[in-house]
Every structure is written in C-alpha cells, then in structure tokens.
C-alpha cells in the first residue's frame, strides 16, 4: 500500500498534476513508504532520524534531484543498514548520481570504521607515498614495509598509497599500489569515475582502493563483507538486508562533470 501511494505522489508529480519542489515531492514519498521503512531500519535508527537525514542530503545536492527517488532511499537505506552517515565532512558514505539513478558507495572513513566494529582488526590505515619519502617494501616469507615520510623540503608528487592492518592476534598484512595502478583500477571499475568522489578526493578513494584489496584477505565481519559487495550499487527495492538485492546499475553515457562541493581532509589512521 505504500509503495502504491508513493508511486502516485511520482505520477502526479510527472504529470504535473501537483507542482510542488523536489524536496516536497521527496518528503511526501518518505511519508509515504514511512512503515516499509521503518521496517528495514536497524534499531538504532528511527524512521523520523532516517527521514531527517534523507532529506538533508537529498536537499544538499540539486544532482540528487533530479535522480530516481527510489533508487535514492534504496541508497539511504543501504547507509542506514551499515550505520554510515551519507555524503557528509567525515566521508563514511556516498550517494552518487549515476545517469537517473542514485549509486551507493562506502567512503574509506567508513570502511575504516566497519573494520573497526568486527572485533577483530585492532589495527588499520593507510597512507600515500611521495616521491621523495623513504619507502621500502619486501613481499615474500617475511613481508615487510618501511616508510619515512619527508617531514622538510620538498615531498615530490605522489607515487602509490598502502594499507595495513594489525589483528588482536599479532597478525599483520599489507597491500601497495602504485598510483598509476590505483588510477587504471579506478577508470576500469568506476562508473561514476568522472562524476563523484574521484574528482574531489582522490587520495580518500585511492586508499579505499588499497583498503578494499587489503580487507580481501582479512579476518573480517558479515557486516564488513555486506558493506564491500554492496558498494557501487545502484537498488530501487527496500529489505530488511539491502545485500541481499540485486544491483541494478544501468549503463549510460557517462559526461565528466566536476562535483563543486569541496570535502574536507580527514585523518585517516583509526588507532
């Protein structure tokens, strides 16, 4: 029944039978599909804190607006379910416009702070390496990493970026990639490569990059394998566990257009 108002207030609205803003149309929806809603939410989030902040970053963004409002609060939903806080200074989330539809991407912060949460992980970050640091790395029986950032002078241009992470259990690993490496990865995985945080922050997406390699071969949580498989997905469908729907991601002409809202730099190492 909701979803059946919800999709008359779209109608109407396309029709131009009700002339009302995008953030209107937006809350008459969330209203609308309010109990199928609250039903998908983690107890820790309210249906009236979940619409707040839906409606803070659908009315921060006009690019926003103009995407499928379901595949909108599909993406706020998959930020619910993990806990994340969507496109916001501290980078746990994204909500990205994709052609017509709204792709979900996790943010390093939050990756980070998923790694965190699983009990297991005592220990993760990751840096970028210049040109003129002092930088070592030896794979093999007995891996081993050494870096010595350049404190004075001048640093030179960024090389590659690591991650590392420390389990409880005195474990360690750690993956490095070159910058040209995280570049080619970037262009051949990202859609939204020339529309999103790639633009505006490329060294936060380049050691997610490393992160996400990293955490391939870590001892991590459920929660923390829903968060990877779900990112870079475009849904239009509410669960109760958004993993378990399919993406739904079409393809389009991608344009390349330059996001203008800055984001601030945060301190990656969690310790």
């Not at 999709?7 to 008459?28: D, F, R, T, Y």
């Not at 969507?86 to 980070?112: C, D, E, M, R, S």
């Not at 409880?168 to 490095?176: A, H, Q, R, T, W």
């Amino acid at each position: 029944m909701a979803s059946e108002q919800a999709k008359g207030v779209l109608q109407a609205k396309a029709s131009g039978e009700v002339k009302i803003s995008p953030q209107k149309g937006m809350q008459q929806m969330l209203k609308a599909m309010e109990t199928e809603i609250a039903k998908a939410l983690p107890s820790m989030v309210s249906s009236e804190r979940f619409q707040r902040v839906a409606l803070t970053a659908f009315s921060s963004n006009p690019k926003l607006q103009t995407c499928d409002p379901k595949s909108f609060i599909a993406a706020m939903m998959q930020s619910a379910q993990l806990g994340l806080e969507p496109n916001t200074p501290i980078q746990q989330a994204y909500l990205i416009p994709y052609g017509n539809q709204v792709q979900f991407q996790v943010g390093y912060k939050g990756l980070l702070e998923l790694a965190q949460r699983s009990g297991k992980i005592k220990t993760i970050y990751a840096h970028e390496v210049h040109e003129n640091d002092e930088f070592d790395i030896d794979y093999g029986l007995n891996q081993a990493l050494k870096h010595k950032p350049l404190l004075k002078g001048d640093k030179g241009p960024v090389i590659g970026y690591y991650a590392v992470y420390h389990t409880l259990d005195e474990g360690y690993s750690f993956v490095f990639m070159t910058k040209d490496e995280v570049l080619e990865f970037a262009q051949a995985k990202s859609k939204t490569f020339k529309n999103g945080p790639w633009q505006t922050d490329f060294d936060a997406m380049a050691k997610k990059t490393v992160i996400k390699q990293l955490l391939k071969y870590a001892p991590i949580s459920i929660e923390l394998q829903k968060a990877i498989t779900t990112d870079n997905t475009v849904k239009t469908t509410i669960d109760k566990d958004m993993s378990d729907i399919p993406d739904e991601t079409q393809d389009y002409i991608d344009v390349e257009v330059q996001d203008e809202e800055s984001q601030n730099n945060i301190e990656l190492e969690i310790k």
